[in-house]
C-alpha cells in the first residue's frame, strides 16, 4: 500500500491552483475565483467536523469548499476532488445534476491534476490504490444501505443494523481497517441522500475513461 507523503496546507492549495492554471479557461477562473474571496478552508483541525465537501451558497450564489486536512498528500486529491464540484457548481450557478453522474467532475479532475499538476506523477500511483479502494468501499456501502433498507418493523433496530454493517464490512474483506460496527453514522449520504454512494462507481468509471484518454494523447 503507497503511503501519502507530508503536505502543508501551501502546498495542498498550491497543487490545485498550479493544476487550474496549467488548464486554463473556466477552471481557472474558478481557481482565482476561490483564492481572491477566500471561499474555502482547508486548515487540518481537531475542531473541525472531520469530513470535507462542497456546498454552493444560493444566498451569495457562490461555491465553497470545506476540508479538515490531514495535513498529507491525499489532502491535495481531497481539494482537488471538491475543487471539481466547486468547478461544476460555478459554470452551472449551482445547477444540480442526476445521481449517477453527479462525482463525475470531482474524480474527473482528480484524474487530470495528475497531468497539469507539478508534482501529479508523483501522486499517480496513490490515486490508482485509492480508485481500487474506492470500487471495494462504495459496492460495500450500496450493499449495506439496501440491506438495511429492506429491513421492517421490529427488525429495523440499531443492534440489527450495527451487526448488518459489521457483517457487510466481513464479507467485502474490509474489517482488516478495525472499523466499529456503527462507522456508518460518519457517512452522511446515508441519511441525507439515499442511495447516493453508488455514484462514486459510476462516475469513476467515466472519469477513469478521461484519464486513459489524457494518458494516451494530452
Known amino acids: 500500500m503507497p503511503r501519502p507523503s507530508p503536505s502543508t496546507e501551501k502546498q495542498t492549495l498550491s497543487y490545485v491552483t498550479g493544476m487550474a492554471k496549467n488548464m486554463g479557461g473556466v477552471i481557472r477562473e474558478a481557481a482565482s475565483m476561490m483564492t481572491d474571496y477566500d471561499l ?48 461544476q457548481d460555478y459554470a452551472s450557478y449551482g445547477y444540480g445534476l442526476s445521481i449517477d453522474v453527479a462525482e463525475f467532475f470531482s474524480q474527473g479532475l482528480e484524474y487530470l491534476s495528475l497531468f497539469y499538476a507539478e508534482d501529479g506523477a508523483a501522486l499517480e500511483k496513490y490515486k490508482m490504490y485509492e480508485s481500487l479502494c474506492l470500487y471495494v468501499e462504495q459496492a460495500a456501502y450500496a450493499s449495506f444501505e439496501h440491506q438495511v433498507y429492506d429491513l421492517k418493523g421490529d427488525q429495523l433496530t440499531r443492534e440489527n443494523v450495527d451487526a448488518l454493517f459489521a457483517k457487510v464490512m466481513s464479507d467485502f474483506g474490509l474489517d482488516y481497517y478495525g472499523t466499529s460496527s456503527n462507522a456508518y453514522v460518519q457517512i452522511p449520504h446515508f441519511f441525507i441522500s439515499p442511495m447516493y454512494v453508488i455514484s462514486y462507481v459510476i462516475s469513476n468509471d467515466a472519469a477513469m475513461q478521461i484519464y486513459q484518454l489524457e494518458k494516451a494523447e494530452s
Open 40 to 87: 474555502y478552508d482547508i486548515t487540518p483541525s481537531q475542531n473541525k467536523y472531520n469530513a470535507s465537501f462542497e456546498i454552493y451558497l444560493y444566498s451569495y450564489q457562490l461555491p465553497f469548499i470545506f476540508i479538515n486536512g490531514q495535513g498529507n498528500s491525499d489532502d491535495k486529491l481531497t481539494l482537488t476532488h471538491e475543487f471539481g464540484h466547486f468547478c
